[in-house]
Nanobody, 123 residues
């Protein structure tokens, strides 16, 4: 069982990045899927989630209107499209899945985590 995130990097303010997360060893459509991020000196924050069954995605206020989460169950992939990036979006980004199928649960309740990918927004 593994999650592997990719797509991070350095981007200018106002730019875009697309993160991907490949799942192996289990079927994504059995889980809620989420993206978290952790900025230096701060706790891990849930920023977006899709519950099992694909109900309306959740976005934190800090990313609403700029980020978009999606999944491709046929490819067992999770995506996060990030637009209009700001310096305060700088963080390590993690994909995670929760067997309960529900969003907005504490990070400790998630079953599997990817290792994280660094996103740096700076001029």
């Amino acid at each position: 069982v593994q999650l592997q995130a990719s797509g991070g990097g350095l981007v200018l303010p106002g730019g875009s990045l697309s993160l991907s997360c490949a799942a192996s060893g289990f079927a994504l459509d059995d889980y809620a899927i989420a993206w978290f991020r952790q900025a230096p000196g701060k706790g891990r924050q849930g920023i977006s989630c899709i519950s099992r069954g694909g109900a309306s995605p959740y976005y934190s206020n800090s990313v609403k209107g700029r980020f978009a989460i999606s999944e491709d169950n046929a490819k067992n992939m999770i995506y996060l499209q990030m637009n209009s990036l700001k310096p305060e979006d700088t963080a390590v980004y993690y994909c995670a899945v929760d067997r309960s199928g529900y969003c907005l649960r504490p990070a400790a309740e998630y079953d599997y985590w990817g290792p994280g990918t660094q996103v740096t927004v700076s001029s």
